[in-house]
């Protein structure tokens, strides 16, 4: 499984310019043929857990989905798309979204582990559920930046058995 990496440079609250980004550069990297595409986290905002996030938020994960959910089905390419600040119920969470090869968005992770230095946990709620799914037979599984740091979240994952770890950072 070939699998590429997009950094970005975000623009600071301005999700529009950073979906644009976004897709530039998921078609540049589709010069190279890769099998899954992973975008960075909270790319459609930028990293900052202040208040008036939910104001830029996506919402319910309806610009993502049909956004980078067009470019997999164009490509015929798995996107791990990255986290984005994502308005569901009234609350934001930091949401990691899934697509297979024909576009259909497949998982979706709410970010567990806040970090709170940077006081994440007052701007954004915590997920409540692992995140495992399939992209090309292959048991994936998926955390995102910070998870990392608590070895039982990723354990939960692997006993099971897990081929591919993606930490979206």
Known sequence: MKVTCIQMDMQFAKPQENFAKAESLIRQAMQDKPDVLVLPETWNTGFFPKEDLELLADQDGKSVKEKIGALAKEYAVNIVAGSVANLKKGKVYNTAFVFDRKGDCIASYDKTH??????????????????????????????????????ELTRSLTVPGLDMLFMVS
Do not use: N, Q, W
Not at 124 to 151: A, N, Q
């Open 114 to 151: 806040l970090f709170t230095p940077m006081g994440e946990d007052k701007a954004f709620e915590k997920g409540d559920h692992l995140c495992r799914f399939t992209l090309d037979g292959v048991s994936c599984g998926l955390i995102i930046c910070y998870d990392i740091r608590f070895p």
